[in-house]
């Protein structure tokens, strides 16, 4: 039988550490915005709803002309557009309102699928 475990940690980053990382959750924010701006325009348009592969093509066209988007882990941004889609399969069978725009200040976060490193022996984590 597998068993799984999960595990709770508290972080401790320094000061170039947590500029990092309120970077990448505006980045996803970012993303978000203007993922959810494009649904609209295409909707308007008459077209159909684009899914999460769809959006991840987006992306590169993103990046270049934000480049800031660049300094963020491609996975983080991808899991945006992984749950701007779970959000409309919500919306259009009735199980969630609308998505809406994000604002600055509220749920800032993001996720690292991959990468992540534990070190029990000296009660360290090491994120990508």
Known sequence: MKRLQAFKFRLQPNGAQIRQMQQFAGNTRKVWN???ARQ???HEAGNKFTNSFGMNAWLIDWKKEYDYLKK???QTLQQVTK???RAFKNF???RADFP???KKGFSNSFRLPQGCHLEQQHSRIFLP
């Open 72 to 74: 963020s882990p491609s």
């Open 40 to 42: 609209q325009e295409e």
């Open 92 to 94: 259009f069978e009735k």
């Open 100 to 102: 809406k725009f994000k």
């Open 83 to 85: 749950d701007l889609d």
């Open 34 to 36: 203007l993922a959810l």
